[in-house]
């Protein structure tokens, strides 16, 4: 168990998708790791659904990539939201 509270996402860029790189500021899940995957509804009312190859956080972030772009529904991904 981590004794962190939040980790930094970097979600990588896609460049088939046109996905630019972004950073943004998350809550650890219940066991204090990073969430498997990540989904953020974008402009088209779908979501991007991001995925990381380790729940392991290494120096507070952990990096992701490009699971599936404009999924109709993120299912067990945790939804964040880029400020």
């Known amino acids: 168990m981590s004794d962190l509270d939040t980790y930094v996402a970097h979600l990588l ?3 088939p998708s046109g996905m630019k790189a972004a950073t943004l500021t998350v809550p650890t ?4 790791k990073a969430h498997e995957r990540l989904a953020m509804r974008n402009s088209d ?3 991007d659904v991001w995925k990381t190859e380790s729940v392991k956080i290494e120096g507070g972030s952990c990096d992701y990539e ?3 772009h404009n999924m109709p529904d993120p299912g067990e991904a945790f939804l964040v939201a880029v400020a």
Do not use: P, Q, V
Request: charged share 55%; hydrophobic share 30%.
């Open 66 to 68: 490009l699971l599936e």
């Open 13 to 15: 860029a896609d460049e």
């Open 29 to 32: 899940d219940e066991d204090g």
């Open 45 to 47: 009312e779908m979501y």
